[in-house]
Each structure stands twice: as structure tokens, then as C-alpha cells.
Nanobody, 123 residues
Framework: QVQLVESGGGLVQPGGSLRLSCAAS????????MGWYRQAPGKQRELVAT???????NYADSVKGRFTISRENAKNTVDLQMNSLKPEDTAVYYC?????????????????WGQGTQVTVSS
């Protein structure tokens, strides 16, 4: 009943830029935190960046100064601007939404994920 759809992944050369977008839809009452995570082959999924409803952000040390997260609360969307990309940024990037949802007139807290979008940084 809640869907997150990502877009914007692809292949880019080292030093290049990409912008990821994610839109949440469905039975949403409010989304408190939206974020991006990534998982490289053979590694665990890790936090990239999160942003609260009020605009507070949190970044992994490895992306600070290069990535910028933003969101539009009214549209339930979150973007990730990635600059100065490095080969080690190569991974599947997942959108995440933590908030309050509803079903059958009942409210519940939930944690939803998108299907993932591939980002490959290579020359």
C-alpha cells in the first residue's frame, strides 16, 4: 500500500555527477525521515544520508561535502545530488521512508524501501 520509486541511477565517470530521485506514494499519513542507503557487492547495506521533515540532515563521513540530500515534504519526494563521484561509490542505492501510514482506518508506524537503483562509477 506504500510504494517508493527511485530513478536517476546509471554509469558515470569518476569525478562526475548524478542525481537520484525517489517518490513515495500510497497510504501515507506522514513521513518523518527519508533517506538513501547503498549496498555494494559483498558488503552490508550502509547509510548514505537522511533528512527529517524539518530539514535536519545526516551524512556518512565518506560522502560529506560531495553529496546533498533534499526533500519536498508536500510531495513525499527525496533527492540525492551526488558530485565528485568515486569508484567506491558504486553500489545499488535504496530510498527509505520512515513514518506513519494507515490501513483499514488504522494508523501504524512503518519503514519502507524502494527497489533500488544501480550507480556505477567507472572510466
Amino acid at each position: 500500500q506504500v510504494q517508493l520509486v527511485e530513478s536517476g541511477g546509471g554509469l558515470v565517470q569518476p569525478g562526475g555527477s548524478l542525481r537520484l530521485s525517489c517518490a513515495a506514494s500510497g497510504s501515507i499519513f506522514s513521513i518523518n525521515v527519508m533517506g538513501w542507503y547503498r549496498q555494494a557487492p559483498g558488503k552490508q547495506r550502509e547509510l548514505v544520508a537522511t533528512i527529517s521533515t524539518g530539514g535536519s540532515t545526516n551524512y556518512a563521513d565518506s560522502v560529506k561535502g560531495r553529496f546533498t540530500i533534499s526533500r519536498e515534504n508536500a510531495k513525499n519526494t527525496v533527492d540525492l545530488q551526488m558530485n565528485s563521484l568515486k569508484p567506491e561509490d558504486t553500489a545499488v542505492y535504496y530510498c527509505n521512508a520512515q513514518g506513519v501510514y494507515y490501513s483499514d482506518r488504522r494508523y501504524y508506524t512503518g519503514d519502507y524501501w524502494g527497489q533500488g537503483t544501480q550507480v556505477t562509477v567507472s572510466s
